[in-house]
């Protein structure tokens, strides 16, 4: 099915539940919900303690924010009244200077400091698309890498870093 145009959720009265929200795909299951990201691996992004017998039913992630609606059924014929968010702690210290330096034929790379045993990185140049490895940046040139760093139980934390190659002087 295709994502609706006016939210970020599909299926929403049934058992399973997804949302799309930074490039990944979440879904619940009564107890948990879990993200799955761009190269198909799933990880547990959150289990509610305060579900008291219930089922999670509904659930939006927004940036930094996950909202959730724990029901004794599928609530399918009004608003859900039992809602409740946690806003997951944003993920600090994480660094990576740009790098200059001159053509030599072989491939540069910035180097991302203060991540954690666990923490996944991934880069993305000018197409946008991250993945577990840098953009090939050897020519010539001005180049921006985007990277993000992915915390079990945290936000995702997004920054910029600039390689500038120069021309070899013959």
């Known amino acids: 099915p295709a ?20 490039n990944r795909i979440y879904f619940s299951t009564p107890t948990d919900i879990y993200r799955v990201d761009a190269a198909g691996n799933v ?35 009004k ?14 210290g994480i660094t990576a200077a740009d790098v200059e330096g001159t053509y030599t034929g072989k491939s540069y790379e910035i180097q991302v400091q203060g991540t954690q045993q666990g923490d996944v990185v991934q880069y993305a140049g000018a197409d946008g698309q991250y993945q577990p490895v ?6 010539a040139g001005t180049y921006e890498v985007s990277y993000q760093a992915e915390r079990d139980g945290y936000a995702i934390y997004y920054g910029k870093a600039e390689v500038a190659i120069s021309k070899a002087e013959p």
């Open 3 to 22: 994502w609706p145009a006016g939210g970020n959720s599909i299926y929403q009265a049934s058992y399973m539940y997804l949302a799309k929200a930074d």
């Open 43 to 77: 990880k547990k992004f959150h289990s509610p303690q305060d579900l008291s017998g219930m089922s999670i039913y509904g659930f939006t992630v927004r940036g930094d924010e996950f909202w959730y609606a724990p029901e004794n059924s599928p609530n399918t014929n």
């Open 79 to 92: 608003k859900q009244t039992d809602i409740r968010k946690i806003s997951l702690p944003k993920i600090t």
């Open 134 to 139: 840098q953009p090939d940046m050897t020519d």
